[in-house]
């Protein structure tokens, strides 16, 4: 590196990076003032003010120049040409360094789950900006860009939503992935996507979580869209059920909005339509469900209570995720670990939430239904390094002695003692929850179990169940409609990994989905061998 002694410019340092071409210029009097019109072609501007670097060891000034020019990581073809462009920012997720002796805090996965443009996103965004895992200036960066293309409000959503698809049409499809710290616990953010047509790629989400967050609208109009029949708050709760959350919060976003003005009336019309309906999906308004007012483009009442609200005396949303009694979670279980995604980065990697079991770096563990044994490599639990997890955590796994064409999602990950069942017919109880005509044997469906997807067919309906008493018929039943309870026989097109729901509820609980709607939930009863 050199540095010039004056670039043209009274008491001015020109410091120019001759592997990069181009340097940037400070005043040496006040070292905050930087020049970006500068007599020198080298000159560039920089947004980091030199005050702010921490104290040099050994006296290493150039050496402190250099990393900080490293940082900032600008083009070098734009400098040369002389243009003043502000430097891309690139979010880097924080990660809070760990004591060495301190314990491993609690691993909790929320979903965001509601109607389209309830606010999920955005709150998602939100919540990372209250907690320091987005900067501020990362986020001016995406506001500046939101307000060229007239989009103002969605700027916050860009946390999560990352690709220019989401981003252009301001709806989520893939699921989001963010993570944040509270004193007590570690949370990871799934963000759902609330279109109808991405619904599967929502249960892949709902099926890793242990908390659900239902994102309703309080604007006069939109909440009204989303619980009809037809939109996706109704859906998303029922479907959340089914994917075994215990826990739901429902936020009632956008109440800063000019026709709610943080009206309690609003707030209790919508918690009055709700409840009756959590309650026939399988919820305890009492223990399982709390509410609470929000705005998630203000932030109010996400980290602290809201000032327009003296009515609301609970927590706000961030220390009351804070003070939930902690999972149970089963260490000592065998190793199972629903696979949701995978791909090719220098070997096999592959993601997925560890359902139960603990496993460490170069443990030996089986794929199945395939029987492939592989070899962990190396172990990212929300993106950090580590030798060893538990259950209920988040992971990135680099494979060995497997290549990423042999593995679909909805594979599990087991340990050579215990190995996960599998097969292709099984009974299940199923209830029937929107269907116009009946349902006969012979009827195809798509089954969504775990992380798995797969296409199956109603082989035989065995007996039907009194919905109150739990009283099986005693004669077979011809066909099934809307809102019975029946027992039947089910096999898919392929082979599949389950269980009982019994046995372990996480892998025995499904839907079964039909033209873009779900039309039933169920739970395994019991696994039929196949006959040779």
Same mark, same amino acid.
């Given at each position: 590196? +050199?540095?010039?002694?004056?670039?043209?410019?009274?008491?001015?340092?020109?410091?120019?990076?001759?592997?990069?071409?181009?340097? @940037?210029?400070?005043?040496?009097?006040?070292?905050?003032?930087?020049?970006? +019109?500068?007599?020198?072609?080298?000159?560039?501007?920089?947004?980091?003010?030199?005050?702010?670097?921490?104290?040099?060891?050994?006296?290493?000034?150039?050496?402190?120049?250099?990393?900080?020019?490293?940082?900032?990581?600008?083009?070098?073809? $734009?400098?040369?040409?002389?243009?003043?462009?502000?430097?891309?920012?690139?979010?880097?997720?924080?990660?809070?360094?760990?004591?060495?002796?301190?314990?491993?805090?609690?691993?909790?996965?929320?979903?965001?789950?509601?109607?389209?443009?309830?606010?999920?996103?955005?709150?998602?965004?939100?919540?990372?900006?209250?907690?320091?895992?987005?900067?501020?200036?990362?986020?001016?960066?995406?506001?500046?860009?939101?307000?060229?293309?007239?989009?103002?409000?969605?700027?916050?959503?860009?946390?999560?939503?990352?690709?220019?698809?989401?981003?252009?049409?301001?709806?989520?499809?893939?699921?989001?992935?963010?993570?944040?710290?509270?004193?007590?616990?570690? @949370?990871?953010?799934?963000? /759902?996507?609330?279109?109808?047509?991405?619904?599967?790629?929502?249960?892949?989400?709902?099926?890793?979580?242990?908390?659900?967050?239902?994102?309703?609208?309080?604007?006069?109009?939109?909440?009204?869209?989303?619980?009809?029949?037809?939109?996706?708050?109704?859906?998303?709760?029922?479907?959340?059920?089914?994917?075994?959350?215990?826990?739901?919060?429902?936020?009632?976003?956008?109440?800063?909005?000019?026709?709610?003005?943080?009206?309690?009336?609003?707030?209790?019309?919508?918690?009055?339509?709700?409840?009756?309906?959590?309650?026939?999906?399988?919820?305890?308004?009492?223990?399982?469900?709390?509410?609470?007012?929000?705005?998630?483009? +203000?932030?109010?009442?996400?980290?602290?209570?809201?000032?327009?609200?003296?009515?609301?005396?609970?927590?706000?949303?961030?220390?009351?995720?804070?003070?939930?009694?902690?999972?149970?979670?089963?260490?000592?279980?065998?190793?199972?670990?629903?696979?949701?995604?995978?791909?090719?980065?220098?070997?096999?990697?592959?993601?997925?939430?560890?359902?139960?079991?603990?496993?460490?770096?170069?443990?030996?563990?089986?794929?199945?239904?395939?029987?492939?044994?592989?070899?962990?490599?190396?172990?990212?639990?929300?993106?950090?390094?580590?030798?060893? /997890?538990?259950?209920?955590?988040?992971?990135?796994?680099?494979?060995?002695?497997?290549?990423?064409?042999?593995?679909?999602?909805?594979?599990?990950?087991?340990?050579?003692?215990?190995?996960?069942?599998?097969?292709?017919?099984?009974?299940?109880?199923?209830?029937?929850?929107?269907?116009?005509?009946?349902?006969?044997?012979?009827?195809? /469906?798509?089954?969504?179990?775990?992380?798995?997807?797969?296409?199956?067919?109603?082989?035989?309906?065995?007996?039907?169940?009194?919905? $109150?008493?739990?009283?099986?018929?005693?004669?077979?039943?011809?066909?099934?409609?809307?809102?019975?309870?029946?027992? /039947?026989?089910?096999?898919?097109?392929?082979?599949?990994?389950?269980?009982?729901?019994?046995?372990?509820?996480?892998?025995?609980?499904?839907?079964?989905?039909?033209?873009?709607?779900?039309?039933?939930?169920?739970?395994?009863?019991?696994?039929?061998?196949?006959?040779?």
């Amino acid at each position: 590196m +050199t540095v010039f002694p004056q670039c043209g410019t009274a008491k001015c340092l020109v410091v120019f990076k001759a592997s990069l071409s181009f340097g @940037f210029c400070v005043d040496l009097c006040s070292p905050l003032v930087i020049h970006t +019109t500068c007599a020198n072609r080298w000159c560039k501007m920089i947004m980091l003010p030199l005050t702010s670097a921490p104290p040099m060891e050994n006296g290493d000034a150039e050496m402190a120049t250099d990393d900080t020019w490293e940082q900032k990581g600008s083009e070098p073809s $734009k400098a040369e040409e002389g243009m003043e462009e502000e430097e891309e920012v690139v979010p880097t997720p924080k990660v809070v360094p760990t004591q060495p002796n301190a314990p491993k805090k609690e691993h909790v996965n929320v979903v965001f789950i509601g109607h389209v443009d309830a606010g999920k996103s955005t709150i998602g965004g939100q919540i990372m900006y209250l907690t320091g895992m987005v900067d501020k200036r990362t986020l001016e960066k995406y506001e500046r860009e939101a307000k060229e293309k007239n989009r103002e409000t969605w700027y916050l959503s860009w946390a999560l939503d990352t690709n220019q698809e989401e981003r252009d049409k301001g709806k989520t499809v893939e699921v989001g992935r963010a993570y944040f710290e509270t004193e007590e616990k570690h @949370f990871t953010i799934l963000d /759902a996507p609330g279109h109808k047509s991405f619904v599967p790629n929502m249960i892949g989400g709902a099926s890793q979580a242990d908390l659900a967050v239902l994102v309703i609208s309080a604007r006069k109009g939109e909440f009204e869209t989303g619980f009809e029949k037809g939109g996706q708050t109704r859906e998303h709760a029922m479907l959340a059920k089914t994917a075994g959350v215990k826990h739901l919060i429902v936020l009632v976003n956008k109440m800063d909005d000019p026709t709610v003005n943080w009206s309690l009336e609003r707030y209790e019309e919508c918690k009055e339509k709700l409840v009756p309906f959590l309650k026939k999906v399988g919820f305890n308004p009492r223990k399982d469900v709390h509410f609470m007012p929000c705005s998630g483009l +203000t932030g109010a009442n996400l980290k602290e209570p809201a000032e327009y609200c003296p009515w609301y005396t609970g927590l706000p949303f961030i220390p009351h995720l804070d003070s939930l009694p902690n999972f149970s979670r089963s260490s000592d279980g065998p190793v199972r670990l629903p696979i949701v995604d995978k791909y090719k980065d220098m070997g096999t990697v592959i993601l997925g939430k560890l359902e139960s079991g603990s496993i460490s770096k170069a443990q030996q563990l089986v794929m199945m239904p395939n029987r492939h044994t592989v070899e962990l490599l190396s172990l990212l639990s929300d993106d950090v390094e580590t030798d060893d /997890a538990g259950p209920g955590e988040n992971l990135k796994l680099r494979l060995k002695g497997i290549e990423e064409e042999e593995i679909l999602p909805g594979f599990i990950l087991c340990n050579a003692e215990n190995l996960c069942h599998t097969g292709r017919t099984f009974d299940a109880q199923i209830v029937i929850i929107e269907h116009k005509s009946i349902i006969c044997p012979g009827y195809n /469906a798509v089954l969504h179990i775990h992380t798995c997807i797969e296409e199956v067919q109603i082989t035989a309906l065995i007996c039907l169940v009194d919905k $109150k008493t739990g009283d099986k018929s005693k004669t077979r039943p011809r066909f099934v409609k809307q809102d019975q309870v029946c027992i /039947a026989r089910l096999r898919t097109a392929g082979t599949i990994c389950l269980e009982t729901f019994k046995d372990f509820p996480q892998m025995g609980r499904f839907t079964l989905r039909d033209e873009g709607k779900t039309i039933a939930i169920g739970k395994v009863l019991k696994l039929v061998a196949e006959k040779d």
